[in-house]
């Protein structure tokens, strides 16, 4: 079984997000990449899945800062074939310009399962696994929290909200969009990784020129108003709860 | 193309989820500037009687055994159909297990033009998209071709997608369904002991402030009231007052749910560290220099034990 | 039983081969005294003795399948006390370690807190841009090496906790103010510096240390200075002991020692008497481990207070019990009560309540926050406050 697994890299939220000076895009200048937290997840449910059965896994990300030692990584922890896409993706592209650029490869390669992260927090054009399967005219389930094999096909576990699981069967191939892998990402120590990195080899695609249609172009990009103190709620203990209620029925619980 | 707004009416075990009315209240923003109809897409099997408070102008509504449960295939197939004949503004569907599901997948199978994570529509039909963990804030105009829009809460009110009257429902026959590569085998109900707090949209979290055990119960009473869960920081779960599946924090759980209440609560880093992504916190503190009121929304200073029981009551009093 | 084979015990030889005086592990005549000390022994499902034990029986899985060796602190009692003097815990126990963590068994905590360390050069997973920050308020600017970029007498190692965490960035800036009033010329890396590395190293994250040792070596490799100073036990212990392994010699003190010497230029400038009864805990990592040896200067310290009286704890100096925050498991409290349903942290708090301590005087950025929150527990709204020694000393010098 062939199992291609997709991961991109997103702003880093633990340092500053500042605005450039056009107004309609993320400073790059202090940014730091990090992969997308549920590709990570995805890229365990691979490996998960490859210990279980027979199952190559391959990996597959856009050539930015910081990409090969994601692969290294991935390596690290059994991932079998490393493809860096080489193309013009430094400034940022969007998920449909990803997408196509996957997809020219994925059809060379014919996995039989992709996995991918279900959602990234960057996405402002949908989300890559669902429009790589739209383009491919495969089948896609998202928020699987569980993926088993079973008789050429899959059964994967999605989540909806209150801890309701559906179980899905899904001809293959498809595209899975992972919500949380069946275990956390394992850890891989540094001196495997550093291993890695003499002993695996990343595979370099060339992608033709990018093609964004289908995003729609951002007009002004913004920060909300910082949060600065709690607003304090006044009062004795009747009106404080009083608000309270007010506060719950804006956010949507109650 | 024509003027309408079509919103996927999202469902479940019976009930309709309150993205949809959310959504329904964003399209009449949407229709307000140019015209055109609301018009609520409602797919299932034999489930006409969901429609009867959407606050849409008109429902198409299909009815399908293939259709009883959601499947990404049942419904992008239908849509398909429908986008394609009809050939509305915009289509509307939740960022969910349901609507991402079938929006992105409709997005590059026909070729049409997609936003995602929108909070508001500004009046004159701007998108405004919230992203990055919340941090960033993106506008976006629909282009001149049928637009797809996934949509998170916290723009409009779900009040404001429901109606008094029911709307004017239309059958749409469907195209083929027997052709489904995606099936639901069954589905498995949570676990009641058994409580992943990972997963809970609402958490009542309760920290030394709870003084002894026996206050624990009024925390469950609270958390029962309002549909959500109790959870604690490290000196409660220390005690063992709680079992550690319920601790917060650098050596426990990091939660991000919808409301986290927090009471009782300092905020330590180590408390905060697996909590501070949560979408609303409120902290409840009897120490107004406690640390959790820099990371709160909101918060108010008395002794939790002061406000717990009266809370309680009064949202007991709001459910009915 | 026929004696396994010595070829066969591969991992029992590998212990020997990477530890310096590694080969004093056959002279271990299970007396169990190191079990006996270890304050998380009882919960261990193999002690320091019964992992030399199992060792020589070549029985290696047993031991890589249980988790319990995570209850091991560091905190080097067990060292202390072996009659053989074998490197238990810088040898036998963090060898094991690293086995564990080349297959990926660390439990989930620890796991953040290394992986934070390699991404932002600090555990707690805070922007590495921001490392200096705690100094920027200060009414004397703290130097910055990359900024200044010339030669000083001192260089300051921070550290991660003093940089970061809410409840040291004061304890940091109190030292720079007693630097400032001393008039020492000194700087601190800043961005520049990384961890330290001695938790991820005792925690057997040998490739992340070295990474972390690497990264600092060629830090201090830019700049002039005559000595290093810091205010982080756990980094005197590694620069001191571990950095000269990997080339990167340098004399460094810890800054009790560094004031100690200075005390009679310290005294007249504590002009407000502090009325504390104070018991000192002694951090493991300037203590009993590797012999560090650093007991007395602390309490010279301290004595010198005005106004301040010094008791000590049953435990004290080199059988001090550990704050329960070194070698990872300063974030592995969940998983530690889990399995014992212990505290040593409590423990220690009880011994100085009942030593009838008022202020607990500690000199390691873990403890504050650790002995805090065991207070918190122990004594509801007790009165034992816990303040770092700097803090103490800052707060004499208040006019």
């Known amino acids: ?254 | ?320 | 039983m026929p004696a396994a084979s010595i070829s066969d015990r591969l991992f029992y030889a590998k212990v020997i081969s990477v530890t310096p005086h590694g080969e004093r592990l056959d002279l271990c005549l299970q007396c169990g005294m190191c079990s006996g000390i270890c304050p998380y022994g009882f919960g261990m499902d193999f002690p320091p003795h019964a992992l030399i034990a199992e060792l020589r029986a070549n029985e290696v899985d047993p031991i890589l399948e249980s988790d319990r060796i995570w209850l091991c602190m560091s905190c080097f009692a067990c060292t202390s006390v072996c009659p053989a003097q074998i490197p238990l815990t810088t040898g036998l126990l963090a060898t094991v370690k690293t086995e564990m963590i080349l297959k990926g068994k660390v439990p989930t905590e620890l796991q953040t807190a290394l992986e934070n360390t390699l991404r932002y050069g600090n555990s707690l997973g805070k922007s590495p841009r921001k490392r200096a920050e705690w100094s920027q308020d200060l009414p004397s600017k703290v130097p910055i090496l990359a900024e200044t970029k010339e030669p000083v007498e001192i260089l300051w190692f921070v550290g991660d906790y003093a940089s970061y965490h809410p409840r040291i960035q004061p304890v940091s800036r109190a030292m720079a103010k007693i630097l400032q009033a001393l008039g020492v010329h000194f700087a601190i890396l800043g961005p520049e510096e990384s961890s330290d590395g001695d938790v991820q190293c005792l925690a057997g994250e040998r490739g992340l240390f070295e990474m972390l040792a690497q990264k600092n070596g060629k830090a201090f490799g830019k700049y002039q200075f005559k000595e290093i100073i810091t205010t982080d036990p756990h980094a005197y212990n590694v620069i001191k002991n571990e950095y000269p392994k990997l080339g990167f010699s340098y004399p460094i003190k810890h800054y009790t020692q560094f004031l100690t010497e200075r005390l009679d230029q310290i005294r007249p400038l504590m002009r407000k008497p502090l009325m504390y009864r104070m018991a000192y805990h002694d951090p493991c990592c300037i203590g009993r481990a590797n012999n560090n040896n650093v007991y007395e200067e602390p309490r010279q310290i301290l004595k010198s207070i005005p106004g301040a009286e010094l008791i000590e704890m049953p435990h004290n100096r080199s059988n001090s019990i550990c704050c329960g925050g070194g070698g990872g498991g300063n974030w592995l409290d969940g998983f530690v009560w889990e399995r014992t349903h212990a505290r040593i942290t409590e423990w220690r708090v009880r011994e100085a309540i009942a030593a009838g301590a008022e202020v607990l005087a500690v000199a390691c950025p873990y403890e504050p926050p650790r002995f805090e929150d065991a207070a918190k527990m122990v004594q509801g709204d007790g009165k034992l406050v816990v303040k770092d020694i700097a803090e103490l000393l800052a707060e004499a010098m208040e006019s």
């Open chain 2, 1 to 320: 193309m024509n003027k309408d707004i079509y919103v996927l009416i999202e469902h479940l075990q019976g009930r309709v989820a309150d993205i949809s009315y959310i959504m329904l209240a964003a399209a009449r923003t949407l229709v307000q500037d140019t015209g055109g109809e609301i018009v609520g897409i409602l797919l299932g099997y034999d489930v006409q009687n969901l429609a009867s408070n959407l606050a849409a102008d008109r429902v198409v509504y299909v009815d399908h055994p293939a259709l009883a449960e959601f499947t990404s295939d049942g419904y992008q197939y239908v849509l398909a159909d429908l986008i394609a004949e009809n050939k509305p503004r915009a289509v509307l569907f939740g960022n969910t297990s349901i609507g991402h599901d079938v929006a992105n997948i409709l997005s590059s199978r026909l070729e049409l033009p997609m936003v995602s994570s929108c909070q508001t529509i500004l009046s004159g039909g701007k998108f405004v998209s919230q992203i990055c963990g919340g941090k960033i804030m993106a506008e976006t105009s629909p282009p001149g071709m049928t637009t797809l829009v996934t949509m998170i809460p916290g723009g409009f009110k779900p009040e404001e997608g429901q109606s008094e009257t029911a709307p004017n429902i239309i059958t749409y026959t469907p195209p083929a369904l027997d052709d489904l590569r995606v099936s639901v085998k069954g589905y498995v109900e949570p676990e009641p002991g058994d409580v992943d707090i990972t997963k809970e949209p609402i958490l009542i979290a309760v920290g030394r402030g709870i003084q002894n055990q026996d206050n624990i119960e009024l925390a469950e009473e609270l958390a029962k009231a309002i549909g959500g869960v109790v959870c604690a920081s490290r000196p409660v779960v220390d005690q063992g007052w709680l079992p550690i599946s319920r601790l917060v924090g650098k050596s426990g759980n990091k939660v991000k749910p919808k409301l986290y209440l927090a009471l009782g609560i300092s905020g330590a880093p180590e408390h905060v560290e697996g909590m501070v992504d949560s979408n609303t916190i409120i902290a409840i503190n009897s120490d107004a220099t406690a640390p959790i009121f820099d990371i709160a929304k909101y918060g108010a200073v008395i002794d939790m034990l002061d406000l717990i029981e009266v809370l309680t009551e009064q949202i007991q009093a709001a459910k009915g």
């Open chain 1, 1 to 254: 079984m062939n199992i291609a697994t997709l991961f991109k890299l997103v702003p880093d939220l633990v340092e500053e997000l500042e605005i450039d000076a056009g107004g309609t895009s993320l400073d790059m200048t202090w940014l730091r990449l990090i992969i997308s937290e549920f590709d990570d997840h995805a890229i365990e449910q691979a490996i998960l899945l490859k210990e279980r059965s027979a199952a190559q896994v391959t990996v597959i990300a856009p050539g930015v800062e910081g990409v090969d030692e994601v692969l290294f990584t991935a390596a690290a922890k059994g991932a079998d074939r490393l493809i860096k896409l080489i193309g013009d993706f430094e400034a940022g592209v969007n998920n449909h310009s990803l997408a196509r650029a996957i997809v020219t490869f994925l059809k060379d390669l014919q996995p039989d399962l992709i996995l991918t992260g279900v959602q990234a927090h960057n996405d402002l054009d949908g989300s890559l696994g669902p429009l790589v399967a739209g383009f491919l005219g495969i089948p896609y389930v998202g928020y699987v929290s569980g993926v088993t094999l079973s008789n050429g096909k899959v059964i994967a576990q999605k989540e909806y909200p209150g801890g309701l699981i559906a179980r899905i069967e899904v001809d293959l191939p498809a595209v899975l969009g992972i919500q949380a892998a069946e275990k956390p990402p394992r850890y891989v120590a540094v001196s495997k990784v550093r291993q890695a990195m003499q002993t695996a080899i990343i595979e370099e695609h060339k992608v033709g020129s990018l093609d964004p249609t289908g995003g729609i172009p951002v007009e002004r990009m913004f920060k909300p108003e910082a949060g600065t103190r709690a607003m304090i709620i006044e009062g004795d203990e009747r009106e404080i709860a009083s608000r309270l209620i007010e506060i719950f029925k804006e956010v949507g619980v109650l």
